[in-house]
Every structure is written in C-alpha cells, then in structure tokens.
T-cell receptor, first 111, second 118 residues
Framework: RKEVEQDPGPFNVPEGATVAFNCTYS??????FFWYRQDCRKEPKLLMS???SGNEDGRFTAQLNRASQYISLLIRDSKLSDSATYLC????????????FGTGTKLQVIP | DARVTQTPRHKVTEMGQEVTMRCQPI?????VFWYRQTMMQGLELLAY????????DSGMPKDRFSAEMPDATLATLKIQPSEPRDSAVYFC????????????????FGSGTQLSVL
C-alpha cells in the first residue's frame, strides 16, 4: 500500500461546480498535511496547509480526519483557472520529517 | 522574491553519459530535497538533506545516482551512467525546519530539470 494515495482523476467539472478530492495516508504518526497545486509542466506550489480544525481560504476548504486517516480539499465555484493537478503532501515525525507526495488528482474545469 | 534555482532547465544526453543537475536553495533554508517526477510514478523522493547532511537517500538508485551538498548554497544530483529510464523531470525543493517543532514551513520548488536520455 502506498503511503499517500489519491484518485488520479481526471475530474472534469463545469465552471461554478463544487468539487472535492480525498487523500488517504497510511502512517498514523503523520504530523503535518498540505495541499499543493501543480500546473502543467510547472513546479508544485503550496496551496494550503491542512489543520486539525479544518481551514478555509476563499473558495478552498481543507479538512483532516485523523481517525480515518484522510485529508480532503473542497473547491467551490470552480474557475477555469483552477484546472491543475492537486497534490496531497504528508509529513511524518521521527528522526527527521519525511515528506511524501501523493501522485496527484487532475482537475479540468470546463467552460 | 526568493526562489530555488535549478540548472540546466533542459538536458538531452545519450545513454551512458554523466549528467549533473544543480540546485541553489533559498538563502537561509536548511533542508533540501531532490524529487523525480514521471507520468507513471508521480513525485518520488530521491534524497533529503538537512544542514547539508544527507538524512535519507533510500529512494535513489545507489549504483548510478549520487547527491551532495558541497556547501549551503549548492546541491548536486549526478547520474553516471545515465539510462533512458532516467528520463524525467527532476525537482529540487528547499525549506526551513526549526528543531523540535512540527513542520510548519512550506517547500519551495525550483522549476525543474527536464532530462531526456536517448
């Protein structure tokens, strides 16, 4: 089983739709969680951190469920510019903070 | 804007040749990562340095890959000899980890090196 798993998609949604992605992780000791966004042929960039209490940034909401070991990203009112691959990132504690990326979920917002 | 700089942006080489990729992390960052990205595997961690010391290179094929940080401003990833299956985008990322605290700093990625081994 992979340490971090995501549905690769693609998710094809119309403009204005709400879309949600999940990401599961296998290490219960995982400590920090993030969503990164990667545009085609570009480097990944941080979209938002994921806090235990959940957090919101404009149209984006991230949630963490430690009991079920998954994090989610909700995008409301999708824009064409949201089209990208969304990468889930999990960081583990221990001797060093191991950083593991999911393979990403591709989102295509359609006019 | 502070940024991670990677060179070269593109590299085309023939099988068997040595390839060296360079990364200049953001000044003041104490962690450096090397990742490889392919369509099939996504982002794979190759090596991880903190304060220039290698902490994890378990994802790196040891027989042909090597990663070093000769100083705090330069990280290198070498492949010798290169093979067609090494064709991928190689990303370097840097970040700041403060001892004893959970990771709460984001990673900054370079633009990547697109490597093609013919």
């Amino acid at each position: 089983r992979k340490e971090v798993e995501q549905d690769p998609g693609p998710f094809n949604v119309p403009e204005g739709a709400t879309v949600a992605f999940n990401c599961t992780y296998s290490n219960s000791a995982s400590q920090s969680f993030f969503w990164y966004r990667q545009d085609c042929r570009k480097e990944p960039k941080l979209l938002m951190s994921v806090y235990s209490s959940g957090n919101e940034d404009g149209r984006f909401t991230a949630q963490l469920n430690r009991a079920s070991q998954y994090i989610s990203l909700l995008i409301r009112d999708s824009k064409l510019s949201d089209s990208a691959t969304y990468l889930c990132v999990v960081m583990n504690s221990g001797g060093y903070q191991k950083v593991t990326f999911g393979t990403g979920t591709k989102l295509q917002v359609i006019p | 804007d502070a940024r991670v700089t990677q060179t070269p942006r593109h590299k085309v080489t023939e099988m068997g040749q040595e390839v060296t990729m360079r990364c200049q992390p953001i000044l003041g960052h104490n962690t450096v990562f090397w990742y490889r990205q392919t369509m099939m595997q996504g982002l794979e961690l190759l090596a991880y340095f903190r304060n220039r010391a290698p902490l994890d290179d378990s994802g790196m094929p040891k027989d042909r890959f090597s990663a070093e940080m000769p100083d705090a401003t330069l990280a290198t990833l070498k492949i010798q000899p290169s093979e067609p299956r090494d064709s991928a985008v190689y990303f370097c990322a840097s970040g700041l980890v403060l001892g004893g605290r959970p990771w709460d700093e984001k990673l900054f990625f370079g633009s990547g090196t697109q490597l093609s081994v013919l």
